[in-house]
Every structure is written in C-alpha cells, then in structure tokens.
C-alpha cells in the first residue's frame, strides 16, 4: 500500500499563494492522482485532479483559474499551487491515488484507494 504524505500547509492571508506537495512512499507513474478537501463542518469536495501521464488535469469551479495541479513522475510527487486564495479555501486538504492504473486521476471519492494525512490551510480575510 503505497502512503502519500502532504506538506506545505500553512496560515497565509487573502490574495496570497501556496504550493502544496504530496510524496509517496512508492511508484505512482501508472496512477491517477488528486486533491480533495474538507472545510470545518463540511463534506469532503474534490479539488483538482491529473492523469497518470500528467497531461490531462481536471479543476473544480470553484478554483479554476486559481489552482494548478502538477506532478513528477520520477519523483513520486504531486504538487498543487493554490493562487489568489480565499477564506473559503481554508480546509484540511487531502493527496488521493485512484484505484486503478492508467488512469484519470480521482473526482470522487469511490475512485480514490489511498488518502493522506491532510495539511491543514487557513486562509485569513
């Protein structure tokens, strides 16, 4: 079982930037990656996601144009920089690895077979 551990979290105010990094304890090249996250008091919603080439990403609307989901195959690394942040961005977000090789990376959470430990992000007003 391959662990995906996260970092880069912080307290920044609005308008600023952070990158968010995820590493794996093993090979992740034949998997779809993600980012999910869960805001106090609410469920977990996807957040960005890219295939397992790297070449296809998928944004949620709410940080389109914001965020940009990356990743380095032969470093087992997943990044996602995260623009012009918002108070409504503050939440624990999660690094996810779908099920299945070769694929699109996860929008739900049925296609994600492993989760990390969450970084926290608090976006102050």
């Known amino acids: 079982q391959v662990q995906l551990v996260e970092s880069g979290g912080g307290l920044v105010q609005a308008g600023d930037s952070l990158r968010l990094s995820c590493t794996a304890s093993?090979?992740?090249?034949?998997?779809?990656m993600g980012w999910f996250r869960q805001a106090p008091g609410k469920e977990r919603e996807f957040v960005a996601a890219?295939?397992?080439?790297?070449?296809?990403?998928n944004l949620s609307d709410s940080v389109k144009g914001r965020f940009t989901i990356s990743r380095d195959n032969a470093k087992n690394t997943v990044s996602l920089q995260m623009n012009s942040l918002k108070p409504e961005d503050t939440a624990v977000y999660y690094c996810?690895?779908?099920?299945?090789?070769?694929?699109?990376?996860?929008?739900?959470?049925?296609?994600?077979?492993?989760w990390g430990q969450g970084t926290q992000v608090t976006v102050s007003s």
């Open positions: 996810t690895k779908t099920k299945g090789r070769y694929s699109a990376g996860p929008t739900v959470a049925t296609m994600v077979t492993s």
């Open positions: 890219i295939n397992w080439i790297g070449d296809i990403t």
């Open positions: 093993g090979n992740i090249s034949p998997y779809g």
